[in-house]
């Protein structure tokens, strides 16, 4: 029974190591979310999509340096005060990405998802000073609000 248990604990723990197995976090904006921790220049590290209503923001909260840098997603729907929701998008409830190049951001639409932001991000890798680059997707529906992030597999 104890060596069933042994090895269960070790699938997980292997599961959990493989690149296909971090979960991406979208939350509500939290600490991690302050004007403090935006990245300047606010101008590059900031941009607007669906004529304004959609902005996505780089966050780098300096520590844990190999995982300090999450998102800020601000979107539709607005709220009784005309307000937009606020979402901060990281690697794990926990962690942030090592690295986020938003200057090569691309956006689509499909009207049956909605607007999907794709950007390189970068988890962290103890073997590799540069981590394992994938690419990270955004999905905003503006209308129920939903937002999903997916890291695709590093190929």
């Not at 902005?55 to 520590?63: G, N, Q, S, T, Y």
């Not at 394992?132 to 209308?143: C, E, K, P, R, Y």
Request: net charge negative; glycine share 8%; with cysteine.
């Amino acid at each position: 029974m104890k060596t069933g248990l042994f090895t269960g604990i070790l699938a997980v723990a292997a599961l959990a190591l493989t690149p296909h197995a971090w979960a991406q976090s979208v939350g509500e904006c939290d600490w991690r979310s302050s004007a403090a921790n935006l990245v300047e220049p606010w101008d590059e590290a900031s941009k607007s999509f669906a004529n304004g209503a959609v902005r996505l923001a780089l966050l780098d909260l300096i520590e844990p340096a190999a995982a300090a840098y999450h998102l800020l997603l601000l979107s539709p729907p607005y709220g009784v005060v005309g307000d937009r929701q606020c979402r901060r998008i990281s690697l794990s409830p926990s962690f942030g990405f090592m690295g986020v190049k938003l200057e090569n951001i691309t956006a689509t639409y499909d009207p049956g998802k909605g607007l999907t932001l794709s950007l390189p991000a970068a988890r962290y890798n103890p073997d590799s000073s540069e981590g394992d680059w994938s690419l990270l997707h955004i999905t905003v529906n503006q209308s129920s609000g939903d937002v999903v992030a997916t890291l695709e597999d590093a190929k």
